[in-house]
């Protein structure tokens, strides 16, 4: 998990935000700041579930980044999970999808 | 000599062992801030505008929530991870720690005080605890997520089912054997609120337009629908965090509530449940709270915009300021008589203190990611 963090804290997410117009660069430990704290809102800050569903990476066992990466950008019609295309970029709708399905690292502490 | 300095060392050990705490104090301007990360609560006095101390172990208190003893004593903590704590104020100390269900955002406690009852995701439903020692005396499966538990008058307690688009109202006379009733109420409720007098139930609806009202002096007549169709078939915009429903969205005789998905704060008539206005907002509200007085409403918002407040002028029916006190505002909470209001700025790691008249900034407090705060005077308050 230490490392992990390490490694998403040298990978700077400065990628172009091709779809998403209000898309921020954003420093990986901020993308997972954003994660944990407001996907959390809804998902937990353990991502173990609260409104919605789960997010750990055995309750995503199967799925595809891809498929994961979709939602994320474009919610799920007639539930809560809403369309995050405003504010994230695909490459970081992809790095997140990639991270959940692994396991997603911990906020580092300051 | 040797034998002196252990006789010495002995008896100021065991005087510092019975010292009882150093000052003799009331609780009345006591509260507690949530640490979401940190599993901590830090206790505050609001007229010092300081912390007195912090207690820690609670576990995950993301969307943790706090009720009230009646003694403003005792603190009863909600923990995400289904955690329930009871915190002494006055002391500083866990008096009890039980972990009630896996996965848990709140509760609310009976109106005598003794009936401490936990609302759950999972597993859904609500389970009851003496408040003394928080032993389990029963519960109520409910087979889906509920949200907005409110206490009631008369030991009942209301709340709404997500999946099940249910009100369910439980009786707590006996508390070993509940008593439930079950109403229709509309999809996906997001959470409830109670009116301050204890009497009508209303439960937000995330999945249609429209409010559920339960009048619970008359629950024979059922739930009715208020604001139908308030977002006049038009397409929803994102909401990215749920607002929060409570006893503070009455200010004099109308409601102020969230819209969803639409930039909006809605008001109703209490008499008659009617809409009388919308106030257009900077984006979609979270919390939509009535200073004690009725005065003012202040509203904030979700992320993105979160590091936004506004203040509606409840006279004018406008926005009459728009504040920016610190980065991802998530909760406000004012002190008793609505002088001053509590801000908590998770990003900034820290809580601020502002003067409700001026917006002047009159403290601020350090606090590692603050989420909820919660002042004692919430005892006092049905649906709190």
Known sequence: ????????????????????????????????????QDCGACHGMTLKGGLGKPLTREALAGQSPEALAVIILHGKQGTAMPPWKSLLSEAQAHWIAERLL???PEEPQP | MRRVWLALCFALLTACAQTPPAE????????????????????????????????EGLGDLSHASVVFGRDGRYAYVFGRDGGL???????????????????SIGGAISQDGRLVVAQNYEPGGIKVFDAETLELLSEVPAGAKVVGLADLPGQKFAYALF??????????????????????????????????????????????????????WRPELGVRKILENYGKGEEKLPVFKMPHLRGWAVAGEHVYLPAIGRHEVLVVDRRDWREVARIPVKSQPVFVMARPDGRQVWVNFAHPDNGWVQVIDTLSGKVVETLQPGKAILHMEFTPRGGEVWLSARDDHRVIVLDTQRYARLAELPAKSPSGIFFTSRAARTGF
């Open chain 1, 1 to 36: 998990m230490r490392v992990c963090t390490k490694l998403a804290m040298l990978f700077i997410l400065s990628l172009p935000a091709w779809s998403g117009v209000g898309a921020a660069e954003l420093t990986a430990p901020e993308l997972i700041r954003l994660v944990r």
């Open chain 1, 102 to 104: 692994a396991g997603f």
């Open chain 2, 24 to 55: 003799v104090r009331g609780t009345c301007d006591l509260g507690l801030i949530v640490e979401r990360a940190s599993g901590r609560v830090v206790v505050v006095d609001t007229t010092a505008k300081r912390a007195l101390g912090a207690v």
């Open chain 2, 85 to 103: 704590t009871k915190v002494d104020l006055l002391t500083q100390r866990i008096v009890k720690r039980v972990i009630q269900a896996g996965n």
């Open chain 2, 163 to 216: 999946e099940k688009g249910e009100i369910w109202l439980t009786d707590l006379t006996d508390p070993r054997h509940p008593h439930t009733q079950k109403f229709p109420a509309g999809q996906q409720p997001y959470d409830g609120l109670v009116t301050p007098d204890g009497r009508y139930y209303l439960a937000g609806l995330f999945g249609e337009d429209g409010v559920a009202l339960l009048d619970t």
